[in-house]
């Protein structure tokens, strides 16, 4: 069935992790954009400060009505307001501040009962409120790279802490993610969400909507569209994600 939208996951998708869209995909992927009808979905645990950077600061605005950007896996979307020549939130969403506090003694708590080891002072904040998600660190962000490397590699620390919270929380979903961090969004809250909210807004059928992805993995963001979802692409690297779309496009025009 042709697709109407297409919707990607940003990091290790469509740019480098945290880095800007590389040189040879930049004029690529605007082209791309602009070829046919459809929308295009940008679903990433980031904010829309790093979505502008790394990807949207490269593509004219001329196609950003085009453009969905969601944030903190769901929590937000935007869409492209001409008339205020912003991006303005389709939604939002944020913790209760109650809720919010009692999760993060919780995750204070789970710290000391489950990983039973004490950090060095300076790594010991380790409770950020990440935008509008909470992440929870086996380290200190800021901590040296090999510190980090050997923190948590096989994510038995994160897994036992999210068993734990899991007890206690229900209507939570934890998420790990790189070497040392865990996201807590409300269960009801991530990418698969989004496409439905974007199926309804856009009145498409499910079937019309393709996925990219490259974090299936139980406890992985992209994992719940793979649960849920009909149509997923799964890339291990950037490359591959061009590759198919050069073949979207190669079918469409042939
Ligand atoms: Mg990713």
């Known amino acids: 069935m042709r697709k109407k939208l297409l919707a990607f996951d940003l990091d290790g998708t469509l740019t480098p992790p ?79 501040e109650k809720d919010l506090n009692f999760l993060k003694s919780s995750l204070y708590e789970a710290r000391d009962q489950v990983l ?4 060095k002072p300076i790594w010991e904040d380790f409770v950020v409120k990440w935008w509008y998600m909470v992440s929870f660190s086996v380290i200190w962000k800021d901590a040296p790279d090999h510190l980090k490397e050997n923190r948590d590699p096989e994510w038995r620390k994160r897994k036992k802490l ?17 070497r040392t961090a865990i996201d807590i969004l409300p269960n009801w809250v991530n990418k698969w969400f989004v496409l439905e909210k974007l199926v309804d807004f856009e009145k498409i059928n499910k079937k019309e909507v393709l996925f990219f992805g490259d974090w299936f993995v139980r ?3 992209d994992w719940p569209v793979k649960e849920y979802w009909f149509d997923v692409v799964e890339v291990s690297w950037l490359e591959q994600t061009f590759n198919f779309i050069k073949q979207i496009l190669w079918n469409l025009r042939s």
């Open 219 to 221: 406890w992985g963001n």
């Open 18 to 96: 945290y880095k800007e869209v590389l040189v040879q995909h930049k004029k690529f992927f605007e082209n791309f954009i602009k070829s046919f009808d459809w929308k295009i979905a940008i679903i990433t645990w980031s904010t829309l400060e790093k979505v502008e950077q790394q990807l949207l600061d490269y593509i004219s605005s001329d196609l950003f009505a085009k453009i969905y950007v969601s944030t903190c896996n769901g929590w937000v979307c935007y869409i492209f307001d001409y008339s205020l020549q912003e991006r303005r939130p389709l939604w939002e969403y944020k913790f209760d």
């Open 162 to 178: 999210i068993e734990y919270l899991k007890e206690k929380f229900s209507q939570y979903e934890f998420y790990i993610w790189w």
């Open 116 to 119: 039973k080891e004490k950090i």
